[in-house]
């Protein structure tokens, strides 16, 4: 699946970063990634970590599929608000999930330090903001609800919004927990960390069959190659749902553009992410190099080439959108790109084992939280795989 178009800004920014050879021999593991995107790298890294012997491939080059175009933007609000959460699957799980997506940015923080990463991992707050009036009462209901719950939130007033950073908006929960990165380069720096304590990875290496057997899975590659391996972790996104016998993900299209360098953003731009309560949402950052970059105009996706078609159509209403809310900003548009992402009924992962894979995992964290659900899952199939507990697999299992 072409699962992105035209070349992201992150892409470009960064340029072949490390190199891989793709796999030519047979090779034994204790555990096999598919997938080497933002994911996957966080996977081997929990792999490593633990001290299993691992192997990652991609049929791609890595980084090359949703991880360039993702705007990581790090939040713990899932799609869906707090308060709606709970009515769907209880306070018990709907929290949990929040607060370790929370948890999850300050890991990813550690993790960047730890491997030394040029990510450039920003701290930031986050402004979730009522685009029109009728929104205002069920925000200020999320407001509550968090608040509730121990989110550090403080409630801002229309005034409150355009004093502080020129945004037109009816109110808004501003969180103190959140934050940026550049994907591409993250996963970058976490393989390369790794193999140098033992990872091996191989990219332009596609799996083609796969043998589940009662106590290991045998992999060949269109290489010809076979890897052995004790278990098998699928971090494919949105791919996987081709190998998966029923649908549990909604395809949509997302668009985004990135501004030229902006000379005067003001410390309270730049140090912010902004959403907005519009279905399909708006939102808004700054990039580590002094950009804007503005997302959203999401429709269902149909197939890579209508989505392609409409990029200049969905950049013009972008561009009036962001204009309707930030005026006082010129934003003049230097990159432009779209890409696939997937929605779930109730905006969580699907995380852990499946009954129809014998010794396989998966880590699909769909929704606007891919990489702070990418987080989360390395903690728990790494757990899973050493036969412990963890409360939120009950939550991100398969046929919930």
Request: hydrophobic share 35%.
């Amino acid at each position: 699946m072409n699962i992105r178009s035209n070349e992201p800004y992150f892409l470009i920014k960064n340029g072949i970063k490390h190199s891989y050879p793709s796999l030519r021999e047979d090779v034994n593991c204790d555990v096999l990634i598919v997938g080497g995107g933002i994911t996957g790298a966080l996977m081997a890294h929990a792999c490593i970590q633990k001290g299993f012997n691992t192997v990652l491939i991609d049929k791609r080059e890595i980084a090359n599929g949703s991880t360039s175009a993702t705007t990581a933007m790090l939040q713990y609000e899932i799609d869906i608000p707090l308060y709606q959460l709970i009515k769907k699957i209880g306070a018990q799980g709907a929290v949990a999930s929040y607060q370790a997506c929370r948890d999850s940015i300050y890991q990813l923080k550690k993790i960047t330090e730890d491997i030394n990463s040029n990510c450039g991992f920003k701290s930031k707050e986050s402004l979730y903001f009522a685009s029109n009036p009728k929104d205002l009462k069920w925000l200020k209901t999320e407001f509550e609800t968090r608040k509730q719950n121990g989110f550090k939130v403080e409630w801002l007033n229309a005034v409150d919004i355009k004093n502080a950073y020129g945004l037109l908006a009816e109110g808004g929960i501003l969180s103190e927990d959140g934050g940026s990165i550049d994907a591409f380069c993250l996963t970058h720096d976490l393989l390369s960390y790794n193999v140098k304590k033992g990872l091996q990875v191989f990219d332009k290496t596609e799996l083609k069959t796969v043998k589940y057997k009662d106590d290991s899975i045998t992999v060949t590659t269109q290489t010809k190659a076979e890897i052995k391996a004790k278990k098998i972790i699928y971090c494919t996104g949105y791919e996987s749902q081709q190998m998966l016998p029923k649908k549990i993900v909604k395809l949509k299209s997302t668009y985004a553009m990135v501004s030229e360098y902006m000379e005067n953003l003001s410390d309270n731009i730049s140090k912010t992410l902004f959403w907005n309560t519009d279905a399909p949402y708006l939102y808004l950052r700054s990039t580590e190099d002094g950009r804007m970059l503005v997302g959203g105009e999401d429709e269902d996706f149909k197939n890579a080439i209508k989505r392609d078609l409409l990029l200049d159509n969905k950049q013009a209403k972008l561009l009036k959108t962001f204009q309707k809310f930030l005026p006082d900003i010129n934003f003049i548009e230097d990159f432009r790109w779209s890409g696939t992402f997937g929605e779930t009924k109730d905006g969580l992962p699907y995380i852990g084992a499946h009954p129809k894979f014998p010794n396989s995992y998966f880590c699909l964290g769909f929704g606007g939280n891919g990489i702070t659900f990418s987080v989360i899952g390395a903690d728990i199939v790494t757990d899973l795989i050493n036969g412990k507990s963890n409360l939120l697999a009950h939550f991100f299992r398969f046929d919930r």
